[in-house]
Structures are given as structure tokens and as C-alpha cells.
């Protein structure tokens, strides 16, 4: 299909992170040389703010008014940015390692910041201080996320084991055991506060219901699973694997709705559009693409010189950013349907 393509100059070395902010007319990228820059997409040539942060930046995540963004780095620093001012505003320092992922709270007002160092911190957005530091054994933590009403934070270890946390307290709920080895990703779904997905090094999927601590172990995928994401409305899901496919699930299904077969390396990242129609992948094969979700058809196709690393479809209209680990830019694609 006929498609668009723009690039937006600033990086020094590969991207890790890219995002749109909620209105889709700006976007930010983290790079691993530890710039923050803030994207006008009526200037892609032009970063409008760029920060130097020492060791580089693993993660970002917009709050859920979409005027402040969080930046993780490897140095154990979060720094808060202002979209509106274009300008960094805040330090958050605690982590004793690399920030591997950090999520807002839905209403905004707290953060949660998952490391290296085995700690989930839990920090006050508007007094700036770390309010919770929540720790059980050294572990490193890969992802954390709250549920849909915020009261229960998950975090998901580097030895298999999941943990509940009450959000306001920071008492522990529950240690969930099932997966054998690192779980590098665990996120809640959209609309039901008690349903939380889970993927791991063991090549399993698991849907763990909160309330009485089951799970539906998923088995498909031939190697590590990466990466697992809900659609908006969350009747689908979608697994990315080391075998070089996606799979879309229907929620309470035990196999794929859906198997894309489309890249030929590691599927890095996906994600879906926000009318949950097209869901965007990308992969170390140093592709960039675009499916069909109804048909797993591929309406787009973009060859990059890198390894792609990162993406993300704007709120609206089909739009998509891909960052790689071999160009100092990302890049932006308009495609047609």
C-alpha cells in the first residue's frame, strides 16, 4: 500500500522508546544516548526540547492528562518533563540501578517505577517524593502496572514470580508462582480491575485472575515471550515472541485467534490502533509493519536500516512511530487502507 514516511533528526545512537502524547500531534523519544527530545509534527526537523541524561534512558510513559512525561534511565534517575513547557521540571532519584519500566497511576497522581535493584518505588507526583519503597529479595524487576481503579500495583520479577501490592498502603497482597524464569512483562486489562496478563523466558502466556490468584497458562509460542499487550477494549490481547511471531488472542480463549508470521527475527514491540483495527509490530529483522487485525493481513511494510526497537500508533488516524538501534531519528508512517 502506498504510504508516507517522516523523519525526525535529534538522536545520537539507537531509539529505545517512542510514543505519541493523547492529541497525536507530538510525539517523544528516548535515546540510548540519553536524550529526551519533544517532537512538533508540524516540524519534524527540529526536536523542541532535548535533555542530555548521563547513562542513557530505558523507558518513558505519558501521564493519563497527557502534559507530563516520565523518563527511566539507566543511572537510577526519573526525570519529569512538562510537554506544555517543554521543559524538565523534575529529578526523582532512588533506584540503585538501571529504571526498567515506570507507570502512571490512571488518576495521574502517583507513579510507579520498577528497577534493577529489586525495589518498586511508588512516588507523589505533585510533592515529588518517594512515598513507598516496596522490596522482597533482590531480584530485578522488569515491568509493574496499576489495575483499572488503581488500587493494586503488580510488579514482575527476573525469577519467575509476580507480586500484588495495595497501592495506597504498600502492603503485600499476594506472590503469584507459576512462571519458570524472568517474567519481562505483566499488564492489566483495560476495564476489569482483576484480570492481569503475564509473558515469560518459559514460553508461556498466563491470565491470572487477582481475586482468587488462579491462572490460565497459555502455551504456544516456541520460545521467549517478550512482550504482551490488551486492546483498548480488551477483548483481544497480543503475545510478541523470540520465534518471530504474534499472536492475537481472544480473552477466555486457551489458543491465538490469530498467528502473524509476517517478520523473520525477534518481534520487539506492538502495538495496537485505538480503534483496535490494525496493530503495528516491529523486529529485529529491521522491518516495520502493519496488520490487519480482523484478517492478519499485511497492509504496510516499511525496511529500516536497523533493528527496530520501539513503536507506537497515534490516537487518531493511521499513524505509526518505529524507533531502530541504527539511525539517530525515528520514524513516522502514514499508511493507507
Not at 232 to 238: N, Q, R
Request: aromatic content about 12%; glycine content about 10%; proline content about 4%.
Amino acid at each position: 500500500m502506498p504510504h508516507d514516511k517522516l523523519k525526525f533528526f535529534g538522536h545520537k545512537g539507537w531509539i529505545d522508546y517512542c510514543s505519541f502524547d493523547l492529541d497525536g500531534e507530538m510525539l517523544v523519544s528516548a535515546g540510548a544516548e540519553g536524550h529526551v527530545n519533544i517532537w512538533s509534527l508540524s516540524n519534524p526537523e527540529e526536536a523542541s526540547a532535548s535533555r542530555n541524561e548521563k547513562g542513557g534512558t530505558i523507558t518513558c510513559v505519558y501521564s493519563p492528562d497527557g502534559d507530563i512525561y516520565a523518563a527511566g534511565h539507566h543511572s537510577g534517575t526519573i526525570t519529569l518533563y512538562s510537554e506544555s513547557l517543554f521543559e524538565k521540571y523534575a529529578f526523582l532519584e532512588g533506584h540503585e540501578g538501571p529504571v526498567s519500566d515506570c507507570i502512571f497511576q490512571r488518576k495521574g497522581k502517583k507513579l510507579a517505577s520498577a528497577g534493577a535493584d529489586g525495589t518498586l518505588r511508588l512516588w507523589n507526583i505533585s510533592t515529588k517524593r518517594n512515598i513507598k519503597i516496596l522490596k522482597h529479595g533482590n531480584a530485578t524487576i522488569f515491568s509493574c502496572d496499576f489495575n483499572k481503579d488503581s488500587s493494586v500495583v503488580a510488579s514482575a520479577y527476573s525469577n519467575g514470580v509476580i507480586r500484588l501490592w495495595q497501592a495506597d498502603s504498600g502492603e503485600p497482597i499476594a506472590k503469584l508462582i507459576g512462571h519458570i524464569g524472568p517474567v519481562y512483562c505483566c499488564r492489566f486489562h483495560p476495564t476489569s480491575k482483576s484480570i492481569l496478563l503475564s509473558a515469560g523466558a518459559d514460553c508461556t502466556l498466563r491470565v491470572w485472575n487477582i481475586e482468587n490468584f488462579e491462572n490460565k497458562i497459555l502455551s504456544f509460542h516456541k520460545h521467549v515471550v517478550l512482550g504482551c499487550a490488551f486492546s483498548h477494549t480488551g477483548d483481544l490481547f497480543v503475545s510478541t515472541s523470540a520465534d518471530h511471531t504474534v499472536a492475537i488472542w481472544k480473552l477466555g480463549k486457551e489458543m491465538p485467534e490469530m498467528i502473524i508470521k509476517h517478520h523473520e527475527g525477534i518481534v520487539s514491540a506492538c502495538s495496537f490502533s485505538f480503534d483496535d483495527r490494525f496493530l503495528a509490530t516491529v523486529g529485529r529483522d529491521k522491518t516495520f509493519r502493519i496488520s490487519d487485525i480482523s484478517s492478519g493481513r499485511e497492509i504496510a511494510f516499511f525496511p529500516g536500516p536497523g533493528e527496530f526497537l520501539c513503536c507506537d500508533f497515534a490516537p487518531t488516524g493511521n499513524r505509526v512511530i518505529a524507533g531502530d538501534d541504527w539511525t539517530d531519528m525515528p520514524y513516522v508512517l502514514d499508511f493507507v487502507y
